[in-house]
């Protein structure tokens, strides 16, 4: 089983400030996914890689799996209070739909 | 379409209690899995129903089971509840096939006291 090693555990900034959150492993990933979870609620697909290189952008947020394709990171840009949650990497090549979360980065994001 | 609902979204239990959770998917899904989310461990994989049978399995011990229904809905449950069991169930749903896009409910927070 892959351990998915997310980096920084906290942030908090302030609205309008650039961020980048870390996803890394020792092993190489297949595919990996992001999700957002914001409180009282279940995570939410953000984006799935499969490419080693590739970067996929959605809106403010930008996704890039790196060139081995054993880390990944996610940068916001203008970060807006709506961008609040913890940010959780993962695994989907568990088997069946089985999911390997990443510890996950919980960000704040202050007016 | 509604979304993944999962019943009771709340709960407190006492150690040594049971607990049963339950799971409806997204009309037309197949495939129900369970997490369990604690700030020490994070989210980790319980196991996957599929069809009305497991088809994967986490590293929990066998306190913590499982079944399906033939509409898809699912439950959990616990036995012989610990103190280290409260934490925040998660389902998730998803047509069936392998690796597609699974949908979360919004959890079952259980407090063990």
């Known amino acids: 089983t892959q351990l998915l090693e997310q980096s920084p555990q906290f942030l908090s900034i302030q609205e309008g400030e650039n961020l980048t959150v870390y996803c890394n492993s020792s092993?190489?990933?297949?595919?990996l996914q992001w999700y957002r979870q914001e409180p009282g609620e279940g995570p939410v697909l953000l984006v799935t890689?499969?490419?080693?290189?590739e970067v996929k952008k959605l809106k403010r947020l930008t996704f890039q799996f790196g060139d081995a394709r054993k880390d990944s990171s996610l940068h916001i840009t203008a970060a807006q209070p709506g961008d609040t949650g913890l940010y959780l990497c993962a695994d989907p090549t568990g088997g069946g739909n089985k999911l390997t979360f990443g510890t996950g980065t919980q960000l704040k994001v202050e007016l | 379409k509604a979304g993944v609902t999962q019943t009771p979204r709340y709960l407190i239990k006492t150690r040594g209690q049971q607990v049963t959770l339950s799971c409806s998917p997204i009309s037309g899904h197949r495939s129900v899995s369970w997490y369990q989310q604690t700030p020490g461990q994070g989210l980790q994989f319980l196991f996957e129903y599929f069809s009305e049978t497991q088809r994967n399995k986490g590293n929990f011990p066998g306190r913590f089971s499982g079944r399906q229904f033939s509409n898809s809905r699912s439950e959990m449950n616990v036995s012989t509840l610990e103190l280290g069991d409260s934490a925040l169930y998660l389902c998730a749903s998803s047509l069936g096939g392998t690796g597609e896009t699974q949908y979360f409910g919004p959890g079952t927070r259980l407090l063990v006291l």
């Open positions: 890689v499969v490419t080693g290189g």
């Open positions: 092993s190489v990933f297949s595919s």
